[in-house]
């Protein structure tokens, strides 16, 4: 099955960390555009940051500059979103999204969507 999956969300305190996972499965991660995104509650879905298929940044959030950076596992076909310093209006769920030949953020749809993974940052 042709599927992107998000995992590691859960609850922590402001000022804490957390590690998310995109996995894909049926096609391969490494020559693809990735996008993180988030919805907060009562919001629309926003881009938190974009990467191309070498990794370079083309989109950054402002609130996430400096707390959030995106890395790559070849092997394991996974794209990690980590997450710093964390602050209750990081709060959302968030999914990963992939494009082949175009770049994920801006774009109306995506080659690959996952569900999302709730992230909750609470005291």
Request: charged share 20%; with cysteine; net charge positive.
């Amino acid at each position: 099955q042709v599927q992107l999956v998000e995992s590691g969300g859960g609850l922590v305190q402001p000022g804490g960390s957390l590690r998310l996972s995109c996995a894909a499965s049926g096609f391969s991660l490494q020559f693809y555009a990735i996008g993180w995104f988030r919805q907060g509650p009562g919001k629309e879905r926003e881009a938190v940051l974009c990467v191309d298929a070498s990794g370079k940044y083309y989109y950054y959030k402002d609130s996430a500059k400096g707390r959030f950076t995106v890395s790559r596992d070849h092997a394991k076909n996974t794209v990690n979103l980590q997450m710093n310093s964390l602050k209750p209006e990081d709060t959302g769920v968030y999914s990963c999204a992939a494009d082949l030949l175009k770049l994920p953020c801006g774009a109306d749809s995506n080659d690959y969507r996952g569900q999302g993974t709730q992230v909750t940052v609470s005291s």
